[in-house]
């Protein structure tokens, strides 16, 4: 990708610093407002533009979502992991809600990740309640969108992250061709078989940045020391969401020059189902087989302190695609995160589908922990504006 030299560092309007504790804005002074850098959501498709137009999220069933932690409680411990289904509920909203009924602190709740508000999922959340006594969980029945499916004591706490993965089963409907004339089938199962074979680009999803990508100008203004955000969990999501920008300039630069599924010289190469990862000093025919065959990934990076994890084309890639990024860089690294990698390519697992009718089509498929189903369907479909978007 040939880096835009205005984006990295376009800056957002002034942005006030924060009031002290007490003290009102500035009379006569409008909130700020937050401008991400320019194409920050104009990411290359790896296939061609997608073939079909559609939506998605017309109602909350048409997105379901369970989550695999990946084990089964123990049965004993000071931990109860309880399962529950949401509709049409935030994941910390809920946790919220378990607190009140545990009588915990919140910070006795812990869940591996966030879940879609507009859909219908099923997460487990993990509760420090040491003593073997169980609140009366039937309690949460009471409040809208929540349903209990099990409690069951365990050893340890969930961790973020720490989930095998995602099943998915979403109803896109509505669908035509991208010129509006009827959808063509042909196409787009074509498109799913390539998806199924060869996997796409693992770009992070829009949400990761927030309204319009907002989180993105906040990030840098967070660096730069023009905003002082007192609350931990938006602090911290601004910071991923800078983090994801960059290593998404990457894999896009990758896929424009092609090399987003093949192994470069220097590359770090990720383990599939880890996220242990090896460098390919050299890229003989091994490397080569087991990266076709989706054993190994190339990787982009999550930039932090540290030196690159990359030597040799890998690097003189990145260094290309970030170019311009340094602001955004010094201010990662000024926060303390450190150099990791992420894979670039993302299998989409057991992916099957089926037409319910002529203009919708439904889709079942697996993905690993940290990846987006809506950047699976960003590869498939346009999608159109629903009631999430509202």
């Not at 609140?135 to 409690?151: C, H, K, N, Q, T």
């Not at 203004?221 to 609350?231: C, I, S, T």
């Not at 990934?297 to 040799?312: D, E, F, N």
Request: proline content about 9%.
């Amino acid at each position: 990708m040939s880096p835009d030299p205005s984006s990295p560092d376009a800056r957002p309007e002034a942005v006030e610093p924060a009031p002290t504790r007490g003290q009102p804005p500035a009379a006569g002074r409008a909130t700020p407002a937050f401008t991400p850098p320019a194409g920050w959501d104009r990411l290359p498709s790896a296939f061609g533009p997608p073939p079909a137009s559609g939506r998605i999220r017309s109602t909350p069933e048409d997105f379901e979502v369970i989550e695999d932690l990946g084990f089964e409680p123990s049965d004993d411990g000071d931990y109860v992991i309880l399962r529950v289904r949401k509709r049409e509920a935030n994941t910390q909203w809920v946790a919220r809600q378990i607190a009140q009924v545990a009588d915990v602190p919140p910070k006795h709740i812990n869940y591996a990740g966030q879940k879609d508000r507009y859909a219908v999922t099923e997460q487990s959340f993990s509760i420090l309640l040491p003593g073997g006594g169980d609140p009366d969980w039937s309690r949460l029945a009471a409040e809208p969108g929540i349903e209990v499916l099990d409690a069951r004591r365990n050893r340890r706490m969930i961790r973020r992250g720490g989930l095998a993965g995602n099943a998915f089963t979403i109803v896109l409907r509505e669908l035509a061709g991208p010129d509006g004339s009827p959808v063509d089938r042909q196409a787009v199962e074509a498109r799913l078989t390539a998806l199924r074979e060869r996997g796409l680009p693992n770009y992070f999803g829009p949400q990761r940045f927030g309204h319009g990508g907002g989180n993105l100008p906040r990030a840098l203004a967070v660096f730069e020391g023009r905003l002082r955000e007192r609350d931990r969990f938006k602090r911290g999501m601004y910071i991923s969401a800078a983090r994801s920008w960059l290593f998404n300039r990457v894999l896009a630069a990758r896929v424009e020059a092609g090399s987003w599924d093949a192994v470069l010289e220097g590359d770090a190469m990720m383990l599939e189902g880890s996220r242990s990862f090896f460098k390919a000093t050299e890229v003989d025919a091994e490397i080569r087989r087991r990266t076709a065959e989706m054993d190994i990934h190339p990787t982009g990076p999550l930039w932090g302190r540290g030196a690159p994890l990359v030597s040799g084309e890998a690097l003189a890639l990145e260094t290309a695609a970030l170019a311009g990024c340094e602001a955004w860089q010094r201010g990662l690294e000024s926060v303390g995160t450190k150099q990791e990698r992420r894979a670039l390519r993302l299998p989409v697992r057991d992916l099957s589908w089926d037409w319910p009718d002529a203009t919708a089509l439904r889709l079942a498929f697996s993905l690993a922990p940290g990846a987006y189903a809506t950047t699976v369907l960003a590869e498939l479909v346009t999608l159109e504006a629903s009631p999430a978007d509202a």
